[in-house]
């Protein structure tokens, strides 16, 4: 990422109580850039969505955050490895996650949404025999190996599979809806058609169990961020809609 100091792995942060956090002054928070409106680099920062509300938590805290960054589907593992506080990087809360991270309350809800070509397959029943790609690590290769006589061809990112759409190498990707809107109004926009969308998922901050004194300062402070009108003026500059799980 040109612009962004790539912290290497070796300067590990042991995952730590809320006093602990408190008393060092900052956050450490991992994420994988770019998932444009989310977390993407522009003129250099790291911003969009979930970074300013991450920024803004950390700031209601009284501490800075201090952003690492690795691959989406090793994040989770270097949570569990003590690498650093917490995970904001649009994942999803599922029973299987749960069972190795404890998550805060959604920050917001979204789900999978088949994003084609302008002629291709934009429902569940149109992908029966045609090729589905998903990135790997995400929740959307289980979603999509349920397509019935659909073909799942899995990618390093959700970049690769948007190439390998736009290049005709898959019918259709499976993707978070607002990715699929944002990749609408982009330059790719014109061959490009939104789909069916065929769950709903609630996305969370990720936070190593065992940090309830953490978990349990992130709700009060995302709830308040709801109440003052932080959240839904953070929302419509992303989204132009209030995207809080209803």
């Not at 290497?8 to 730590?16: F, G, N």
């Not at 920062?45 to 979930?50: V, W």
């Not at 809107?181 to 069916?196: C, F, I, P, R, T």
């Not at 992303?238 to 799980?245: A, E, L, P, Q, T």
């Amino acid at each position: 990422m040109l612009g962004l100091t790539l912290l290497p792995l070796s300067q590990t942060a042991q995952a730590r109580s809320l006093s602990e956090v408190l008393k060092s002054g900052k956050i450490v928070i991992a994420t994988d850039p770019p998932y444009k409106p989310f977390f993407y680099e522009e003129g250099g920062k790291l911003t969009g969505f979930e970074v300013e509300l991450g920024e803004e938590l950390a700031r209601r805290l009284g501490v800075k955050v201090e952003w690492k960054y690795n691959k989406f589907d090793t994040l989770l593992i270097g949570l569990s490895q003590n690498r650093y506080d917490m995970v904001i990087a649009s994942h999803g809360i599922t029973p299987e996650r749960l069972r190795a991270v404890d998550f805060s309350a959604p920050d917001y809800c979204s789900g999978g949404t088949i994003l084609t070509t302008t002629n291709g397959p934009a429902t569940a029943a149109a992908l029966k025999g045609k090729a589905i790609g998903v990135a790997g690590g995400t929740t959307y290769s289980k979603i999509a190996s349920g397509v019935q006589g659909a073909q799942v061809k899995t990618f390093p990112s959700t970049t690769a599979a948007l190439q390998a759409l736009t290049a005709r190498k898959v019918d259709a990707i499976l993707v978070d809806q607002f990715f699929a809107y944002e990749m609408k109004d982009s330059a790719h926009g014109k061959m490009l058609k939104v789909g069916q969308r065929l769950t709903t998922e609630r996305v969370g901050f990720a936070i190593q169990k065992g940090k309830a004194s953490l978990t349990g300062a992130v709700n009060p402070q995302m709830k308040k961020m709801t109440e003052d009108g932080t959240y839904l003026k953070l929302s419509q500059k992303y989204f132009g809609r209030d995207v809080r799980c209803k």
